[in-house]
């Protein structure tokens, strides 16, 4: 105690002995229980909560007795401390098997209802894969397929047990599907069945169409073929006309020159002969008035060439007597001047050969 105050040992005060006395009363007549199920789980909170009310009631009265001497107070609380540390380890331990309990009922609780989960999905996974796999057959359904999966979906039966009338309700959805599906399927068989027919119809018109074409474009070729016939035999006759009347106007153009021809040979023949041997004339045959002519026109140039015969031997001698003979012995220093007359000798020769050739040619 600190110095100035009474000094009291509160061990010595009446009240302290019996709130020592009524702890340890408490412990004794609250031992240390194991829970192992509800019964025991229940006699340690009862035991517990008797030796929380030891500490609550010394916790009580240190605050009474606080108010009253407060100089005791730091020391009341170290000596309530230590009383409370009587019962405290034995409530710590009892708290710590009551909560052990409670974890354990926790965990059974908790696995209780994690296996309430699963029986639950598991029930519902076998609505759902059903409803899934009738969905996807309707889906995939025809004309021939359908009655049998509705047949399917009526006989299913599954212990889905509280979930029965969800299995009830997911049949009658898939069976309004299915009449659904099948009214598709009618009506897309019924626009099938029509689409060949009209199909059928058009090729039938198409044919047919094909057949009149033909039928018309044979007939077209005939009408064709004929007029065509017509036409080259026009043609024909035409080239026959024109050939006939080309053949008719070249004889008669052959006729009119052979008569010219005649008539140009009688004329020449009378022209050469006295007008007496005229009738003469036009007794003789084209060859033959050919031959006299011939040889009127041969004496004729015999007779030319006779006459000529004695004017062409003075030519002759005239023009050669024209020579010009250049010496070259004569000398001449210039040469320009010596080149001049060896040209003028050449050509003077050359124009003497050419004056001859004429002169014989006559």
């Known amino acids: 105690m600190t110095q100035g105050i009474?000094?009291?040992?509160?061990?010595?005060?009446?009240a302290y002995q019996n709130a020592k006395e009524r702890q340890l009363q408490l412990v004794k007549e609250n031992p240390f229980v194991e829970v192992t199920d509800s019964k025991t789980y229940e006699e340690a909170k009862k035991r517990r909560t008797n030796l929380r009310k030891g500490r609550y009631e010394l916790q009580n009265g240190e605050k009474v007795i606080a108010s009253k001497i407060k100089e005791f107070r730091n020391y009341v609380k170290s000596e309530t401390e230590k009383l409370i540390a009587i019962t405290l380890p034995h409530e710590e331990k009892q708290q710590s098997e009551v909560e052990k309990y409670e974890e354990a009922k926790r965990h059974e609780k908790e696995e209780h209802e994690r296996l309430e989960r699963e029986r639950i999905e598991r029930l519902k996974a076998v609505i759902i894969n059903f409803r899934q796999q009738k969905q996807q057959e309707i889906f995939n359904a025809t004309l021939d397929t359908i009655d049998e999966i509705e047949i399917t979906i009526?006989?299913?039966d599954a212990d889905v047990e509280e979930f029965q009338n969800d299995l009830n309700l997911v049949k009658e959805q898939l069976i309004e599907t299915l009449q659904n599906k099948r009214e598709q399927l009618q009506e897309a068989e019924h626009m099938r069945l029509e689409k060949e027919r009209l199909e059928a119809e058009k090729k039938r018109f198409e044919q047919?169409?094909?057949e009149q074409e033909a039928k018309m474009k044979a007939e077209r070729?005939?009408?064709e073929r004929k007029l065509r016939e017509q036409k080259e035999e026009m043609e024909k006759q035409r080239r026959e006309l024109e050939r006939a009347e080309a053949e008719k106007k070249a004889r008669e153009e052959k006729e009119r020159k052979a008569k010219e021809y005649r008539e140009h040979l009688i004329n020449e023949v009378q022209t050469i002969y006295p007008e007496n041997i005229r009738k003469q004339t036009e007794q003789l045959?084209?060859?033959e008035l050919e031959r006299v002519i011939k040889k009127y026109h041969?004496?004729?140039e015999k007779a030319r060439k006779e006459a000529l015969k004695s004017d062409k031997e003075k030519l002759l001698t005239m023009v050669k007597s024209l020579r010009f003979d250049y010496n070259p012995e004569i000398k001449i220093n210039d040469k320009s001047?010596?080149?001049l007359l060896v040209n003028f000798t050449e050509e003077a020769d050359m124009l003497m050969?050419?004056?001859i050739a004429l002169i014989n040619n006559l």
Do not use: A, C, S
Request: glycine share 0%; net charge negative.
């Open 6 to 14: 009474i000094k009291i040992n509160i061990r010595e005060i009446p």
């Open 154 to 156: 009526n006989e299913f």
């Open 208 to 210: 047919e169409r094909k």
């Open 221 to 223: 070729e005939e009408m």
């Open 285 to 287: 045959t084209n060859e």
């Open 298 to 300: 041969e004496d004729q």
């Open 337 to 339: 001047v010596n080149q």
């Open 353 to 355: 050969k050419k004056y």
